[in-house]
């Protein structure tokens, strides 16, 4: 539901930008969603061109079962994930405060519930967060610098790829208000 919202709510930001955004039918399980995403791919391959396909999941606590084959499978055709850990709300709490501490999925969303004044069971306004994506994106990035590098995303809490998914973002056409290598 989180990452529907955001999402959506990136999608009405990106009006104009040669970037298109679609949410999937299926939520939750990694292995799902990237095999949802290599068939969407497979699809817009035989007309429209495109250059990535992302899928955004959490790895949870306790992580998905299917999650390295999901990272597997992704990885062998060419699909790029956007990985939080424990939870997609991790990001948005980036969006206002620093978090550094190891959280369950729970303590992460009461964690957002404290922190994002819209925030209560898994829906938030895309508003309250949309002026701080740029503030989310460094404490992404920094928070990733301190873990191993390519140590195994389950590892890795708290941490969120979704910098990454930002920032391709940027580097195909949107001007994010704040973030380097853009405009204000």
Same mark, same amino acid.
């Given at each position: 539901m989180t990452e529907s919202l955001y999402v959506n709510g990136l999608r009405k930001l990106l009006r104009g930008c040669p970037v298109h955004i679609e949410t999937g039918r299926k939520n939750g399980e990694?292995?799902?969603? +990237?095999?949802?995403?290599?068939?969407?791919?497979?699809?817009? #391959?035989? @007309? /429209?061109?495109?250059? !990535? +396909? %992302?899928? $955004?999941? /959490?790895? !949870?606590?306790p992580p998905h079962s299917?999650?390295?084959?999901?990272?597997?499978?992704?990885?062998?055709? @060419?699909?790029?994930?956007?990985? #939080?850990?424990?939870?997609?709300?991790? %990001?948005?709490? $980036?969006?206002?405060?620093?978090?550094?501490?190891?959280?369950?999925?729970?303590?992460?969303? /009461? $964690?957002? !519930?404290?922190?994002i004044v819209s925030y209560a069971g898994k829906k938030f306004s895309f508003e309250e967060v949309r002026p701080h994506i740029a503030q989310a994106w460094e404490r992404a990035r920094? $928070?990733?610098a301190k873990h191993a590098p390519g140590s195994p995303v389950q590892l890795r809490n708290p941490s969120t790829t979704m910098w990454a998914f930002i920032e391709s973002?940027? /580097?195909?056409? %949107?001007?994010v208000p704040g973030l380097s290598g853009t405009s204000d």
């Open positions: 990694p292995l799902n969603l +990237v095999r949802s995403a290599i068939k969407r791919a497979r699809q817009i #391959s035989r @007309g /429209d061109s495109y250059d !990535e +396909v %992302w899928c $955004l999941f /959490d790895v !949870e606590t299917g999650l390295a084959a999901a990272l597997e499978l992704a990885d062998k055709n @060419g699909i790029r994930c956007a990985i #939080s850990n424990p939870c997609f709300e991790l %990001w948005l709490v $980036l969006h206002v405060v620093d978090c550094h501490r190891h959280m369950t999925s729970r303590r992460m969303e /009461d $964690l957002a !519930e404290k922190e920094r $928070l990733e973002l940027r /580097d195909n056409g %949107w001007a």
